[in-house]
């Protein structure tokens, strides 16, 4: 059905609902409330009458003919709630809301300011049903408090409240939910794809289209963008698409058979991203875009995902990446993926349809040292559990409707104008470094991998301050003449090109990964250290939060970052990859640039050996061969956790996979140790010095 079609029957079946909750919300402007809470909800009707006048704009047309500075101004009024220079005095600011409405039923009240932001988003898209849905909810929260207030008493239940919100989440995910799934593989919610297919995109007014938060960053791309010959637009196009298409090619499997790729991209890039789209459709695949999710249901605790404009307030983010705390439960979980489980079977088509994600990833922001507030919810260790089990046991649905072995990916990455007064001359250097010689790189990562391939472990050791003493164990090779334990990764679905890897073996694997700055997701690490045993992680720490006389708390902070961002919450995870970077270039640029700590691991983890902990390269897709451009079978594709699959999934696969990369500048040797125990240099003090790779140091030179 057309998106345009669809939309108007569900605004239609909502209308006189959305009228009634909007008329009710307009008239508390002028009723008698008992403060502070009267504060509370006289600001956010304040809000919501907000968005009922946008939409209302928006039905009535006429906005092609705003200017550029009303729609920047329209933009700014709409998030003005939560920019830095407001968020003080916000509700949305958990610290706030407490302090001004009391501890716990400040937390709930914080929670549904939070969730009713997302009606931005929604009036843009013009999502009648969920912004009605919101309205109400609102109202059954304002009426409980006006019932205590009528009872003399200052607030209502703290459990009645949280009552409301829990099965308002709970209820709704049958629409949250599906939706999520069905803007994920369904080409016809062509929102995003109609503003970049459409727009005049040399009038940036374009971007005001989507409802996103339009920082200056994202204005000044966008201009950049519009400065680059489309010879050079061209470029960054194909390199990306045909690396996703490449990415096909060498896992052997038949692209013929999908017809939908899903494209994730930061706004600004949208002249690349048309390009992109129209190579895409030459190869017989329909682009699906999707925004980044706005409600706390399908919200991701660890960075976004599908489209999305620059964060209005990363400390916002922060402070409400744990909201699910409020709702989560056995309950909970059972319901959310049992509605997941009847998404994909009503789109089980379009779900078979989908090749897999094809990502534009940036960098260049100024690492984030977020605030820990006690006043934020929080998971506790059985919520923790619980989520975990979820995210392996959706990944487990997800597999059956869209099977790992039969999709595949690429990423890219490109800066900001973040990154300084460098910006167009980095830009310039990370399209030549995303276009280097694929021949050139491909012969000297297999010198790599043959002397690796006689060996039984690899050593790694750190120089200087860096204490990083690892011992990884491969795979027992069975016929060396036709068997490898490293992939020899070139670009395709992990652009720019140059390392090679391996999923190594657990026993024995063991060790100290330490390193001290790093990149992992929109976090930056600080002496981050990583400590294995039969390669497993068995400790972890990092110095993000470490003052003067540090204490227990800040490491206790430090443990819990870790344990969020790179366990993704597990209490232990396995090493899934151990790998070399040769890309030597991307080094050699970042140190011209003195952006070494700003690369996002895409890049990083080609610029030094890098160890994933989680799931292994190959997860879901372990059983289909992978060949290498010498026709070797690359055999380490299991180890001893995956290979649990066979007798009872849920043991084997931990739905994360997150890289950590030593930096040459850090890195001491590495030595592949025969089964004798004789050695091969691969690396010396930073310094390649196996025969046929010392190419590589031109650039570290």
């Not at 619980?386 to 999709?407: C, F, H, K, W």
Request: proline share 3%.
């Amino acid at each position: 059905m057309d998106y345009r079609i669809l939309l108007q029957e569900e605004n239609d079946a909502v209308r006189e609902r959305y009228q009634l909750s909007m008329e009710r919300i307009r008239s508390m402007e002028t009723e008698e409330m008992r403060l502070p809470y009267g504060s509370y909800f006289k600001k956010t009707a304040a809000f919501i009458d907000q968005i009922g006048k946008l939409v209302e704009g928006r039905m009535q047309g006429g906005r092609d003919s705003m200017s550029l500075e009303q729609l920047q101004a329209e933009n700014r009024a709409l998030y003005q709630d939560i920019l830095p220079g407001s968020y003080g005095e916000s509700y949305a600011n958990p610290d706030y809301a407490v302090e001004q409405l009391g501890d716990g039923v400040g937390q709930l009240l914080s929670f549904l300011y939070t969730e009713i932001r997302a009606d931005i988003v929604y009036a843009y898209e013009m999502r009648l049903t969920n912004i009605t849905i919101l309205s109400e909810l609102f109202l059954e929260v304002y009426n409980l408090f006006s019932l205590a207030w009528e009872d003399g008493a200052d607030i209502p239940d703290k459990q009645a409240v949280q009552d409301a919100l829990y099965w308002f989440v709970s209820d709704y995910s049958d629409l949250t939910v599906t939706w999520r799934v069905r803007e994920g593989v369904d080409p016809g919610l062509s929102f995003a794809a109609d503003i970049i297919m459409e727009s005049n995109l040399s009038d940036l007014r374009y971007l005001y289209r989507y409802g996103e938060y339009v920082a200056d960053s994202d204005l000044k791309l966008a201009s950049f963008m519009n400065t680059l010959p489309q010879e050079t637009i061209d470029r960054m196009a194909d390199t990306y698409t045909e690396g996703y298409r490449k990415g096909f090619e060498v896992m052997g499997r038949d692209l013929k058979k999908k017809k939908t790729v899903v494209v994730e991209f930061q706004l600004g890039f949208e002249r690349m991203i048309r390009r992109a789209a129209a190579s895409f459709k030459a190869m017989g695949l329909e682009v699906v875009f999707y925004r980044a999710a706005v409600e706390s249901v399908n919200r991701r605790a660890n960075g976004k995902r599908g489209y999305y404009g620059t964060p209005a307030n990363r400390q916002y983010d922060y402070d409400h990446r744990y909201d699910s705390a409020l709702y989560m439960g056995n309950a909970f979980k059972e319901r959310k993926l049992a509605v997941l489980k009847a998404a994909y079977e009503e789109f089980r088509e379009e779900a078979s349809w989908c090749a897999g994600p094809a990502l534009v990833e940036t960098f260049g922001e100024e690492g984030f040292a977020p605030v820990n507030k006690k006043t934020a919810l929080k998971l506790n260790a059985h919520q923790e559990e619980l989520m975990v089990a979820y995210a392996n046991e959706s990944r487990r649905i997800v597999n059956q409707y869209m099977p790992g072995d039969e999709t595949s990916f690429t990423i890219i990455a490109f800066p900001k104008p973040d990154i300084g007064p460098d910006f167009e001359e980095i830009f310039r250097e990370t399209i030549e470094l995303n276009t280097l010689d694929y021949g050139k790189y491909q012969r000297i990562q297999q010198c790599i991998i043959d002397a690796l391939d006689e060996a039984v472990h690899v050593l790694i050791t750190g120089r200087g301050d860096n204490e990083t003493c690892m011992k990884v164990v491969l795979h027992p090779l069975g016929d060396r003449k036709r068997e490898s334990n490293f992939e020899n990764c070139v670009s395709d679905v992990n652009i720019p090109l140059g390392e090679v890897f391996t999923s190594p073996l657990l026993t024995g694997t063991e060790g100290l990964l330490h390193v001290s700055n790093v990149y992992v997701g929109d976090y930056q690490f600080k002496n981050l250290r990583i400590r294995f045993e039969d390669g497993k992680v068995t400790d972890y720490s990092c110095g993000n939060f470490t003052r003067e006389g540090e204490d227990a708390r800040e490491e206790a902070q430090g443990r819990a970052l870790v344990k969020q961002v790179i366990m993704q919450g597990h209490e232990w995870l396995p090493l899934g990859e151990f790998a070399i970077g040769t890309n030597t270039v991307a080094y050699a640029m970042a140190q011209k640039f003195g952006i070494g700590d700003k690369l996002p691991i895409l890049i990083a983890e080609k610029m030094g050996p890098h160890f994933a902990v989680g799931d292994t390269c190959y997860s879901f897709a372990e059983d289909s061969p992978m060949y290498n451009p010498d026709g070797k079978e690359v055999i380490a594709r299991d180890n001893e956790i995956s290979l649990l699959r066979r007798e009872d999934m849920s043991k084997a696969y931990f739905s994360c996979h997150t890289d950590i990369t030593i930096p040459y500048s850090e890195l001491g040797d590495i030595k592949a140790v025969r089964e004798d125990g004789s050695e091969i240099s691969i690396i010396c003090q930073g310094r390649f010095v196996l025969p046929g790779t010392q190419e590589l140091n031109e650039a570290l030179d």
